[in-house]
């Protein structure tokens, strides 16, 4: 009898979602059901139940699959402070993993970075610049983190009432932030306070949003591997927050448990571990050895059914075992794959990501028209500087120099040397192609750093500590390059900056007359650095992490205690504060206006400032909510944001904006890790900028402060 041919219960779509997939794992003997708990899936012809491959990527656009729209790298849409724009990003990215899956199911490809499971975002809190992995997240800040993280996660996942265009991921959970070297035997030694106030929050505000499923981190976390820890997992994710989805372990995460953690002394029990305390699907080979820990009494067969409800139930909201023309989803071609409207979205998302750090004398934005420019530095002319990690593969990527090349008149000669090497001395200097720059009427050196210097572990192939970075400095070489320069230059220097994380350049901002971070800026990153350089369009990005003046400013790497990192808790000065940005313009903030000055537990308040563009051009600014508890009796930050807003604003213009403060926004977290709402006194501080005097002293709009009394 062909039973694929047979129609059972968990193949009609008219029954109930939890019906369908009890009478599926009814079908299913022991082996099978383990069959499906592991990211490669394996088909069951007898059921007509296809292979399925769970690891697929899609950080800043479908990754590792082909062609794909490649957006600005996750830190630097999180410097674009835009929620709605990264909505339409992550709506744009699951149209194109859609149209992709289709294809190559068409295709019979059933394999790896195949699939609608994304992995995706990563929204762990980038506390130590160090990290090579930080720019695949949100910045330092659990807030902007949160937003930016809701934002994507409802367009990968769309908002239909029954099926997901996608399946998105939130990970590493939890606290997980280098060092890469160590991160499959580290143990994450982190207070409450820290845990609760800085490390989980935008986990929380994920599973509240409806992320599908979430990933434990390689480290232990207070003694337990995250992939098995019955505190993160059991009692936090499952008991405390009700997470309804499935997780998964990251890959080969279940091999640490006996080979480097050593909590489990064979495959077997490290399987058993993870899957009875809460992991449902394994990244890696360890849960085929479930049928063996079932034999021996480790794992009960009910513990397997339960987890593995959690994995159909994802893949029933796919739509992978319904009609084709029940699932809208379903309709979408591949002419949405990196089409001409999200090229111009990732144009858009480059704009708004790029942060101007300096422009002495308003040496921006530049003339189309000069006599002669000339284009320096190693990253030029990269692709790689684009792309970051974890990427697509666009048909049409505009480097540095094309974008330059491509903006300027006719007139207008644009040379080119590389004229020094990314992260170490030139063998044989060229002198001369110094004497030829100093001639230009203006000079752009591309410099800082890529992804062959930081990343993740075993994928930054130039990185001498696993991705990581001993020293947040600008190499060395290049600073003496650009000294050598400015000896014999007279004429501006405009130094562009690419790289995923923050870099020292304190004798660089001594150097240059101006400076633009730039990220790994997608595939159209030149383009969009091109349009600033010469003001067809006015920066707007702002730091989603503080820029330190170096490491000595910074607390030991492996220490995950939060005191002395982030804006939130960093007393030192830094180079750059966070949420800092210049503009080609200057905005005014005044009359802050507070709906009461007294409020009850309970009630909200709402903050009103009139924002005004004094400059002669018309620009975005980015308005940013800042609260202060003045008289806690426990530690709490020095400010935390709380609220932010992008605001168009011609030359001269005056808007008013309004910012609503919930009481969770004024909930404080103490020493043992409670949430409290306290009576006394809050500052709100509304700015362009993390409210700091470094802000101010490098160009930000002064801030403006009011106080309310909490009874």
Avoid at 21 to 35: C, F, G, N, W, Y
Avoid at 400 to 428: H, W
């Amino acid at each position: 009898m062909d039973n694929t041919k047979t129609f059972m219960p968990w193949q009609d779509p008219a029954r109930p979602l939890d019906e369908r997939i009890a009478d599926l794992i009814s079908r299913l003997t022991l082996e099978e059901k383990v069959s499906q708990m592991t990211y490669n899936s394996q088909a069951i012809p007898r059921l007509g139940i296809p292979e399925y491959n769970w690891w697929s990527e899609c950080l800043h656009g479908v990754a590792r699959a082909g062609r794909a729209t490649v957006f600005p790298q996750a830190i630097g849409l999180a410097a674009t402070f835009d929620t709605d724009l990264i909505f339409r990003v992550a709506t744009a990215i699951s149209d194109e993993g859609r149209a992709k899956f289709e294809a190559a199911v068409k295709n019979n490809h059933r394999a790896r970075y195949r699939g609608l499971s994304f992995w995706t975002p990563n929204i762990n809190i980038f506390r130590d610049p160090r990290w090579g992995r930080g720019q695949e997240t949100y910045g330092e800040d659990p807030f902007l983190t949160s937003q930016i993280g809701i934002a994507f996660v409802k367009g990968l996942q769309g908002d239909h009432p029954r099926y997901l265009k996608a399946a998105a991921c939130a990970k590493h959970y939890a606290v997980h932030s280098g060092p890469e070297g160590g991160r499959h035997h580290f143990n994450a030694v982190v207070s409450q306070k820290d845990l609760w106030e800085t490390y989980l929050p935008a986990f929380e505000a994920l599973v509240e949003a409806g992320v599908e499923a979430v990933m434990g981190a390689y480290n232990r976390t207070l003694g337990e591997p995250c992939c098995g820890s019955k505190l993160l997992l059991m009692d936090i994710l499952r008991g405390k927050w009700g997470f309804e989805g499935h997780i998964v372990s990251d890959c080969w995460a279940l091999v640490d448990f006996h080979q480097h953690h050593k909590v489990t002394s064979s495959p077997v029990e490290s399987a058993a571990l993870a899957i009875n305390n809460g992991c449902n699907l394994n990244c890696g080979n360890t849960f085929p050895h479930l049928v063996e820990a079932v034999k021996q009494g480790l794992v009960t067969e009910e513990t397997i059914n339960k987890s593995l409800a959690y994995l159909l139930r994802t893949r029933f909201k796919l739509g992978l075992f319904d009609p084709p023309e029940m699932n809208p989803f379903r309709s979408i071609g591949p002419e949405v794959i990196n089409c001409e409207k999200h090229r111009q979205l990732a144009y858009e998302a480059a704009v708004k990501s790029i942060i101007l750090l300096k422009n002495k004398a308003n040496i921006l934005p530049l003339k189309k028209d000069l006599k002669s420019i000339y284009v320096m530095g190693p990253n030029a002319t990269s692709v790689e500087v684009l792309l970051g990690n974890y990427f697509g593969i666009s048909r049409k990527m505009s480097t540095i120099i094309e974008g330059i090349t491509a903006k300027v008149s006719d007139g207008t000669a644009v040379q080119y040397r590389q004229g020094f090497l990314l992260d170490r001395e030139n063998p044989n200097p060229i002198e001369w192609a110094i004497g030829e720059a100093s001639e230009a009427d203006a000079v752009l050196t591309v410099m800082g750093i890529s992804n062959t210097l930081e990343g993740e572990e075993g994928d930054a192939i130039a990185s001498d500590y696993k991705g990581d970075r001993a020293d947040v400095k600008l190499p060395q070489c290049q600073i003496d390059f650009l000294k050598k320069l400015r000896e014999k230059c007279k004429q501006p220097i405009i130094a562009i900056l690419t790289g995923g994380s923050p870099i020292a350049i304190q004798e660089l901002e001594e150097l240059a007359d101006a400076i633009l971070f730039v990220w790994y800026p997608g595939e159209a990153g030149g383009t969009a650095v091109a349009d600033i350089l010469f003001g067809d369009v006015v920066p707007s990005g702002r730091l989603p992490i503080t820029f330190p003046k170096s490491i000595a400013q910074l607390p030991p790497y492996q220490d995950y205690a939060m005191p002395g990192r982030t804006y939130r808790y960093m007393s030192a000065e830094p180079l750059y504060p966070f949420g800092f940005g210049l503009s080609y313009t200057r905005f005014k903030y005044d009359q802050l206006k507070l709906s009461q000055d007294k409020i009850k537990p309970g009630d909200s308040i709402k903050a009103t400032v009139t924002v005004t563009n004094t400059g002669t051009v018309a620009a975005e600014e980015v308005v940013q909510l800042y609260l202060k508890a003045l008289n806690a009796p426990f530690t709490v930050p020095f400010y935390a944001l709380k609220g932010f807003q992008r605001l168009h604003l011609t030359a001269g213009e005056s808007k008013a904006v309004s910012f609503n403060i919930e009481p969770e926004m004024m909930t404080l977290v103490d020493e043992n890790g409670e949430s409290r709402l306290l009576a006394g006194k809050y500052k709100i501080i509304i700015s362009g900028a993390a409210p700091h005097q470094r802000s101010i002293d490098l160009g930000a709009a002064k801030p403006v402060e009011a106080i309310f009394k909490l009874e």
